[in-house]
């Protein structure tokens, strides 16, 4: 599985605003509503149910919430740059300025956690999390999560 399977160029947001995790939250549930047809409400609930059971804020400025949805007939993903980093009730107690979200079919086990797995993998390198924070356009963040994806193959 690979990010460009995931995620398309309008399923990324450059220069997010929000002041905390919630609005964060509901403005990438926003775009998510739109990439997948999904109510926003119900791509918004998800999520805040997820964080209820602990926090998507994985360290080292990185958040990757996710959730499934009944309705949903394959994977998708939505990234966010936020303009300024915000508390995320991170692991490592660092504010977040990336944000992954991985929506998912109710039965998509396995390629849910794959997809986690991929997305995470991605997020660990130091460099292309440098590029994602050094750039302020959606096309080159789309271009900086897709092309390197035969260096960070499952």
Wanted: hydrophobic share 45%; aromatic share 4%; proline share 3%.
């Amino acid at each position: 599985m690979e990010i460009s399977d995931l995620i398309e160029p309008r399923a990324v947001m450059a220069n997010v605003r929000a002041a905390n995790k919630k609005q964060a939250l509901q403005e990438i549930a926003r775009r998510a509503s739109e990439v997948t047809g999904e109510p926003e409400r119900a791509i918004f609930d998800v999520l805040i149910e997820r964080e209820r059971l602990g926090t998507t804020g994985v360290g080292s400025g990185i958040a990757i919430p996710h959730g499934k949805l009944a309705a949903l007939k394959r994977l998708y993903g939505v990234f966010a740059r936020l303009e300024t980093a915000i508390d995320f009730e991170s692991i490592d107690g660092q504010p977040v300025d990336l944000v992954f979200l991985l929506l998912a079919p109710a039965g998509a086990g396995a390629d849910h956690l794959k997809a986690l797995a991929r997305v995470s993998r991605l997020l660990r390198d130091r460099a292309v999390c440098e590029k994602l924070r050094g750039s302020d356009n959606a096309e080159a963040l789309y271009a900086l999560l897709t092309e390197n994806t035969a260096s960070h193959a499952a």
